[in-house]
């Protein structure tokens, strides 16, 4: 076991270099010299003499790998330098700042998610083709088919303008965070039940299950404990990428709601040309999504200690 | 398969939705009461009536022809980015998987990068770094969809390159580029036209988020993303306003969505 996660983290290692890589790289896209932006959003006129200047204080006048090295550096002491917008601010500060709002937005819509889907996934699997299983082939439908944003503002209007029992947005008033959660967690509902459903059905036509009927177990104790578990384990690396993807979908939900985490940080950040907030959220959620799969993929390990033969 | 496919209700009634959809498309000019620019401030939030069939929004303008001129950049756009993403993946794909050896393992190694990354945040990085407007999204969501298709069809190259026929071709002397052409592309087309499918559904609602966060199309170009953003605004007084694009969008989406599901059956030599 201790060998296997040994090889997996040394297997996320490169990953990691060119995720760091890709964030860095991408700043060279930029079509308008990031000099002349810098000096632009303080509203600096760019001459000739303060481009040079600037240049030199942003480091921009090195080579690109010299550059990726102590932008390296930089980054493994969590330093990603100065806003350009708000030269008082460090980027890490302003990320710091958001992030709680959006992980604890982020974990209760993971706990809805879990709560929800593994019972619902259960229910229509053990019921196939009834009528709750239909039902809940229909909500997995539109789920799938309905933009969040679209049902974010749909949810708003039923419960904070019609019904009044929740409010709009933002994060100070109680309950505040049921809205958004909710309609962040409702298509990702619809995934896992759905992948629970099917690997349960699967691990239905295993032969461990004819061999427990045939013992005369009783089919809840076979469900609960025997198909279950082994359905569970399957399901358990998808969940952990949920959280990743549950952290970087906040975007959307964020600007509907009002919700002050990084989702809204990064999109103001795009409209400001605030280029060094974007890398870092770009970092940031590579690196998420890198440790959420190392994570996954240990811990289905362990449930099931086939997998560690195999890779 | 088409035959197959014509028999199932599901899949006509969305192709009938989606043909529809486009010919609306194409001939909005046409078919729109109004124009969709036009602004009529004092006929504001107007009801539904004669002149505007759908009512008005908050400057005045034709709900109904802003609908209908916004299919455009959601269902075009959409339908473009998509045929992109096959073009490029697709190639890329071939290559990699009629070629082998290193060039397979350099294309690989890089679609594994790509396909690492969440599109998501990528499509947003690189609209974050080129800047907002509508051409940069469709560029973004190309450059990140690429390597899923580019996976997708290597493995379905390669499943055919071993195959009797391909053998056959090869003994008899065919060129390289005769066997792709004529063996290949075809083998592998009807699949691609399945996953096209399934994924126009994602793709449309992620050009219209992207519009709807202000980072797609900009105003006043009418996307139902952007009126269901404009929309949002009026919700506290003018609540039917997201109705009319957000339904619209949904009705599109799921036809996608069913014609895929189809199609996958459709193409499943399993169920006969």
Known sequence: MKQYIA????????????????????????????????????????????????????????????????????????????????????????????????????GMSFMIVVGVSIPLGIICAVYKDRLIDRAMRIFIF??????????GILLIWLFAVKLKILPTGGNQQSG????????????????????????????????????????????????????????????????GMSVAQLISGTVVVENIFSWPGIGRLCISAIFNRDYPVIQAYILMMGVLFILCNLLADITQAMLDPRLQEVK | MIRKLLKDKVALVSMTIIFITVLLGIFAPVVAPNDPMETRIIQKYASPDREFPL????????????????????IFLSLLTTVCTITLGGLVGMIAGYSKGWLDEIIMRAVDVMLSFPSQVMVLAVVGMLGVGMRNVVIATIAIKWAWYARMIRSCVKRHTHQN???????????????????????????????????????????????????????????????????????MTHPTQMLGPGIALVLVVSSFNMLGDSLRDALDPKEG
């Open chain 2, 55 to 74: 009512g008005t929004d908050h400057l005045g303008r034709c709900q109904l022809s802003r609908l209908l001129h916004g299919i455009r950049p959601t």
């Open chain 1, 176 to 239: 505040a965070i049921i809205l958004p959660a909710v309609t962040l967690s409702l298509t990702y509902i619809a995934t896992y039940m759905r992948l629970i459903r099917n690997s349960m059905l699967e691990n239905l036509t295993e032969n461990y299950v004819y061999y427990a009927r045939t013992r005369g177990l009783k089919e809840k104790s076979i469900i609960g404990r025997h198909v279950l578990k082994n359905s569970l384990h399957e399901s358990i690396a998808a969940l």
């Open chain 2, 165 to 235: 026929y391909v053998n056959y071709a090869k003994a008899v002397g065919a060129s390289q580029s005769f066997i792709i052409i004529n063996h290949l592309i075809p083998a592998v087309l009807s699949e691609i036209v399945m996953l096209a499918s399934l994924d126009m559904g994602w793709v449309m609602i992620s050009i219209s988020t992207l519009s709807f966060l202000g980072l797609g199309i900009q105003p006043p170009a009418p996307e139902w993303g952007a009126m269901l953003s404009e929309a949002k605004n009026a919700l």
């Open chain 1, 142 to 151: 539109v789920a799938t088919a309905v933009p969040n944003y679209w049902m």
């Open chain 1, 7 to 106: 090889r997996r983290i040394l297997l996320a290692i490169p990953m990691l270099l060119v995720v760091t890589f890709i964030s860095f790289g991408l700043i060279h896209l930029i079509p308008s010299d990031p000099v002349e932006v810098a000096l632009r959003v303080n509203e600096i006129i760019p001459t000739d003499e303060a481009i040079a200047i600037m240049r030199e204080e942003l480091g921009l006048d090195q080579p690109f790998f010299t550059r990726y090295a102590s932008w390296l550096k930089q980054i493994a002491r969590f330093d990603f330098g100065q806003s350009y917008i708000n030269k008082n601010r460090s980027v890490s500060g302003e990320i710091l700042r958001s992030l709680p709002a959006t992980l604890k937005l982020a």
